[in-house]
DNA sequence: CTCGATATTTCATGTTGTCAAGCAACGCGG
DNA sequence: CCGCGTTGCTTGACAACATGAAATATCGAG
C-alpha cells in the first residue's frame, strides 16, 4: 500500500483536480455559445457520431434512461435531434442527429478545438510523454467500452 | 497556430476527457458513500481547511452567491457546516465547518485518497514527469481571465 | 400462450443552477 | 451627520438534471 500522505502523489492529484476544474469550465462555457447545456451538448456530440438508443445513452452518461428522456426532449424540441423507431426491436428507440444537430454539432467541436489550445504549449515529444502517462494512469480500469 | 486535427494532440484530449469523466465518477461515488452530493462534498471540504464568507465559496465553486446559500443551508440542516457573524463587517457570514462536518470531511478526504490508487503504477520518476507537464498544461492560463 | 425481462416514458421529488428583487450593513462625499 | 451607491446575503420563481417507482409495450424463452 502507498503512503497516503505522499506530497508527490497529492500534488498530482491536486493538478488533476485543476485540470478537471478548466475543462469543465471550457466545455460548459462553449457548450453556452451554442445555447446547449452541458448535459445537452455531451448527448449531441455522441449522436453526431452515430445514432444509438436511449438506453444506451443513458450508459454513456453514467444515468437513469429516465433522465435521458428529458435530455432527449429538449434537443428534439429545437429540432437537433430525432427519434425513429428500431427496425429489429420495436422497443427501442433510435435518437439521431438532424442535419442541424449534425451542423451545431461541429461548431461545437470547433469551440472545443479552441479550448484544446494549452497543449499547443507542449512539444510533440511533451505531448508524447503525456499521452504515454496518461494512459497508464487509466489503463487499469479503463471502462470497458460496450 | 497548431493543425487542428493534430492526431497526437486529439488522442491526448481524449484521455484528457476520459481522465476527468474518471475523476468525476470517483468523486461522486465517495461523495454518496457520505450521504453527500458533489457540491455539498466540495463545499464541505473547502471549509473545512478554514471558515471563509459565503461569497467567497461562490467564487471558488463560480456559481452564483444565491446558489451556495442553499447548499450550506442543506449541510448546515444536517449539523456538518455552521454560519457565524464576521466580527469585522455584520454583512458578512462566516461559513465553518462544525466538528462533525471536520470529521466528515477526514472520512471523505480518505475514500478520495482510495482514488488516486492509479496513480501507484507510476513510478516516482512517472509522477515527476507528470507532475511537469501537467504544470505546463496549466501554466498559461491558470485562471481563466475574461 | 404465458411469464419474466427489457426499453422507454411518466410522475413525484430533490439538488443544482440562474436571475431579479429585497434588505441590512458598509463607507464615501458632501 | 446624512444621504447614497455598493456590497453580502437571502428569497422567490423558474429551468435543467438526477433518481426511483410505476405504467406501457415489446421481446423471448419455455
Redesign the interface.
Known amino acids: 500500500m502507498?503512503p497516503?500522505t505522499d506530497a508527490?502523489?497529492r500534488?498530482?492529484?491536486d493538478?488533476?483536480?485543476?485540470?478537471?476544474a478548466?475543462?469543465?469550465?471550457?466545455y460548459e462555457e462553449a457548450a453556452a455559445k451554442h445555447a446547449l447545456t452541458g448535459a445537452q451538448a455531451k448527448v449531441l456530440a455522441l449522436l453526431a457520431r452515430e445514432p444509438m438508443p436511449m438506453r444506451r445513452i443513458a450508459q454513456r452518461l453514467?444515468c437513469e434512461p429516465s433522465n435521458v428522456t428529458g435530455i432527449v426532449d429538449r434537443l428534439e424540441a429545437r429540432g437537433l435531434v430525432e427519434r425513429g423507431p428500431d427496425p429489429d426491436d420495436r422497443r427501442v428507440k433510435l435518437a439521431a442527429a438532424t442535419p442541424a444537430g449534425l451542423e451545431t454539432a461541429d461548431r461545437l467541436s470547433?469551440s472545443l478545438?479552441f479550448a484544446?489550445?494549452?497543449?499547443?504549449?507542449?512539444s510533440?515529444e511533451?505531448?508524447?510523454?503525456?499521452?504515454d502517462?496518461?494512459?497508464?494512469?487509466?489503463?487499469?480500469?479503463?471502462?470497458a467500452p460496450r
Open positions: 502507498v497516503r508527490l502523489t500534488e498530482v492529484v493538478l488533476i483536480a485543476a485540470v478537471v478548466r475543462y469543465h469550465e471550457e453514467k470547433e478545438d484544446r489550445e494549452p497543449l499547443a504549449g507542449l510533440a511533451e505531448r508524447t510523454s503525456l499521452r502517462l496518461l494512459r497508464r494512469v487509466l489503463e487499469p480500469g479503463t471502462d
